[in-house]
């Protein structure tokens, strides 16, 4: 075995990786996972033509 | 139908969104390639120009590529869509009626569940053989080898 990689995915949707063992720097290593996953961290609410200025509705 | 709203996330890959509302529970799942219309609890739409209004018009509504009908989510509820923005990743758009039940844990179960079918499809397809352990707190870990 010449690679180990550990990677926990939290229930908060966070994600951790760790090289136990590589023959590769780290970061070649990392990176294909983190690519994959993409950038965005967390959920955030973003603007639609509809909601701007708007709050949360109470109509249903 | 109350309002919808939307929620950026990174989930890009189709497949593992899918895979993933499956494992929250939602094993029906439908997938557009140019989207259809989120409809809500009386049958009615929401005008894709303003998310707050009604419409009757199917042309002006709100669209997603991959929707779970409010048939499998509860009978009061209204459609959950999941729209293809233009960084490639498919924001969440969530009635607020229903935001309780697809909450920011909700959410969070989601991204655990994608990021996991992310890493599985990643590793196989970079050779890894893969391990997978359940801890105590909730969290998945995977280990990699090759």
């Known amino acids: ?60 | 139908m109350s309002h919808y709203s939307a929620l950026a996330t990174r989930f890009k890959d189709r497949n593992c969104l899918v895979a993933a509302l499956g494992d929250v529970g939602y094993k029906t799942v439908e997938v557009h390639e140019t989207g259809a219309a989120l409809v809500g609890y009386q049958g009615d739409y929401r005008d894709k120009s303003d998310w707050g209004l009604h419409t009757n018009d199917i042309a002006r509504a709100v669209t997603a590529e991959v929707l779970v009908r409010r048939a499998y989510i509860d009978p009061a509820a209204n459609d959950l869509g999941f729209a293809r923005g233009a960084d490639g990743a498919f924001g969440a758009i969530i009635s607020d009626y229903d935001r309780s039940r697809h909450d920011d844990a909700w959410m969070a179960r989601l991204t655990q569940r994608y990021n996991l079918h992310v890493d599985r499809k990643k590793a196989k397809s970079l050779g890894y053989h893969v391990k997978e352990t359940a801890l105590p707190n909730g969290a998945i870990k995977l280990t990699l080898t090759r």
């Open chain 1, 1 to 60: 075995m010449e690679e180990e990689i550990e990677i926990v995915e939290n229930p908060d949707g966070t994600s951790t990786i760790k090289v136990v063992r590589s023959r590769r720097n780290c970061r070649e290593a990392t990176k294909p996972f983190e690519d994959a996953k993409g950038k965005v961290a967390e959920t955030k609410p973003i603007a639609n033509p509809g909601q701007v200025g708007q709050g949360i509705s109470n109509r249903r």
